[in-house]
């Protein structure tokens, strides 16, 4: 009896680890959707205001000139920090099945666009707020064909909710590299026509500090909903 | 400007709208279609059916120059005529493409947006010509819009209909470039 103990130890011990980790599995998928970075290569760097209008940005392989930046010329954004102060009723809805965005102030539609959501990596589903926007930033990441390196990405809304991590990097913005709306195009993010991305950009909180042209880290914004399916 | 297809300014709420509406010829005598960015403008004219023929004219205005320059024309059946697909913009305004049908077939033509050739001789380039001499086995289902600067997006069907490959057409060097995933 001593003997059938002593060979089944290493067999207990096994399927006690194999039942550990899986639990752990199923835990963190439970509590973390996304744990990939939206920009793998630039993902902190992604979250902080830049203008690089001297660089070259690449996408699908081709070498492009991103649109430059002139924050001297930018006069018409209405809305900077302390100026609103009534309860906002606003809130985003963006259907990935239509590949549409419409934006919302109680029920009144203020906009509607069509977008594109992910290709490489999908955008996730759930209730998410802004939670910073920034005028401008550069993003990169991918490898081989899809290796991108976007500077100057225009009118960027940062969104995170309690399944989906700040630092991730996931964000509606402008897209200067492609005209594809409609349909999925990018690597988790919403991309939307530059237009449309500032004027919504203007519209939502939180709202900007005059200076940088960007919000303060960490405030609460405009709710975005997220739902449906990319085709 | 959804509604009738009038010259007005853009309304934001039917915005989409507008841009739905561009895919069915035009039946109104004037109708703007703006750039992602906001920078340029096509406006399409038609003018009054004639012996069987509707003119169509195509001229394109920016934020730096205001007045239009034309950059095409064409006579067309009513049946036939040239529609705006919703984003024919090249993302840097540098050429729009255009559809229009022709014995059965959806035609694709590439302008550039300055009124010059899109290379010494070639004024225009239509690419469905192109791609079913090149590949025969392949009919295109659909063009989307722009991949990239000079990357068009099509998505085709074999001809026995099953669903097949996207391609960039690459206008650098009028070439297709077959993709190993489908833009749906």
Known sequence: MAKYRKNNFPYLITVLSVVLISLGIFISKRNVSYSKCANTLSCEESLNFSINNDETAVFNGEIIKPPEIDLAQIIDEPKVLGEETAVSDKRIEVDLTTQTLKAYEGEKLYMESKISSGKMFPTPNGEFTIWRKIRATKMSGGTGNGYYYLPNVPYVMFFSGSKLSAGLGFSLHGTYWHDNFGHPMSHGCVNMKTRDAKKLFEWVDPPMTPEQKQSEPGETGTKIIIYGKAP | ?184
């Open chain 2, 1 to 184: 400007m959804a509604a009738s297809g009038l010259k007005k300014d853009v309304s934001v709420t039917t915005d989409l709208a507008y841009d739905a509406k561009t895919e069915i010829p035009f039946k109104e005598e004037e109708a703007d279609i703006i750039s992602p960015d906001g920078k340029y403008t096509l406006t399409v004219k038609k003018g009054m059916e004639l012996n069987g023929l509707v003119p169509q004219s195509f001229y394109i205005s920016s934020e730096k120059d205001s007045s239009p320059i034309k950059i095409f024309e064409k006579n067309s059946k009513p049946e036939n005529m040239i529609s705006v697909p919703e984003n024919t913009f090249s993302p840097d305004n540098k050429y729009i493409f255009l559809k229009y049908d022709e014995q059965g077939k959806s035609r694709y033509l590439v302008l550039r947006t300055n009124g010059e050739e899109i290379r010494n001789g070639v004024p225009t380039v239509e690419f469905e010509g192109l791609f079913s001499e090149k590949y025969p086995e392949f009919v295109i289902t659909d063009v989307t819009g722009w991949g990239s600067y000079s990357l068009i997006v099509i998505n085709t069907d074999t001809i026995d209909g099953k669903t097949g490959p996207s391609w960039w057409f690459d206008l650098s060097s009028l070439t297709f470039i077959r993709l190993s995933s489908r833009f749906n």
